[in-house]
T-cell receptor, first 112, second 112 residues
Framework: SQTIHQWPATLVQPVGSPLSLECTVE??????LYWYRQAAGRGLQLLFY??????ISSEVPQNLSASRPQDRQFILSSKKLLLSDSGFYLC???????????FGSGTRLTVV | GENVEQHPSTLSVQEGDSAVIKCTYS??????FPWYKQELGKGPQLIID?????GEKKDQRIAVTLNKTAKHFSLHITETQPEDSAVYFC???????????FGKGTRLSVIA
């Protein structure tokens, strides 16, 4: 079956520290992968998406970067976190075929 | 590009009543419209979707209608239950690898 794993579930990091969030997908190949951020009580903001290994599209200029070192792995990074980076980060995948995205369970990041 | 407007932003209904959430889209080329339910602290989950060649789709207490001419689609929940309380997002998809465009969400509260 197709599953998506996202970790960690929660993270508290000091301002200026680095960040690495990982997302992996199982049971599918060559998926499109997405990183979204959701501020408290707000909508889904698309940060990055990838249609293949090494291919990253950035939707919003910011303090974050993304990488896709393997077909089913998507990583969200920051060299130095800001307070404004706090939020709920969601990874999603899509294999086309007219079905909606499948979201991971999310990582709640609090920058202190 | 595509723009999706979602209304209302909050909705309170009595248990057993119906709830309707409406979305409009701007790109007439959009052809796939999924709806997601997000419970507190979790990732959004696909609950129903509709394609542009269909006017209505039902799944038990949930239905979605699409009016291509007016470029709007709606989610209908009948006989609401407390467990229907969540944030609901609509989205629109155009083609290829372009990401889904989400509405800003509707917070539904079902009052027992």
């Amino acid at each position: 079956s197709q599953t998506i794993h996202q970790w960690p579930a929660t993270l508290v990091q000091p301002v200026g520290s680095p960040l690495s969030l990982e997302c992996t997908v199982e049971g599918t190949s060559n998926p499109n992968l997405y990183w979204y951020r959701q501020a408290a009580g707000r909508g889904l903001q698309l940060l990055f998406y990838s249609v293949g290994i090494g291919q990253i599209s950035s939707e919003v200029p910011q303090n974050l970067s993304a990488s896709r070192p393997q077909d089913r792995q998507f990583i969200l990074s920051s060299k130095k976190l800001l307070l404004s980076d706090s939020g709920f980060y969601l990874c999603a995948w899509w294999t086309g075929g007219g079905y909606g995205y499948t979201f991971g369970s999310g990582t709640r990041l609090t920058v202190v | 590009g595509e723009n999706v407007e979602q209304h209302p932003s909050t909705l309170s209904v009595q248990e057993g009543d119906s709830a309707v959430i409406k979305c409009t889209y701007s790109d007439s080329a959009s052809n796939y419209f999924p709806w997601y339910k997000q419970e507190l602290g979790k990732g959004p989950q696909l609950i129903i979707d509709i394609r542009s060649n269909v006017g209505e789709k039902k799944d038990q207490r949930i239905a979605v209608t699409l009016n291509k001419t007016a470029k709007h689609f709606s989610l209908h929940i009948t006989e609401t239950q407390p467990e229907d309380s969540a944030v609901y997002f609509c989205a629109a998809f155009t083609s290829g690898n372009t990401p889904l465009v989400f509405g800003k969400g509707t917070r539904l509260s079902v009052i027992a």
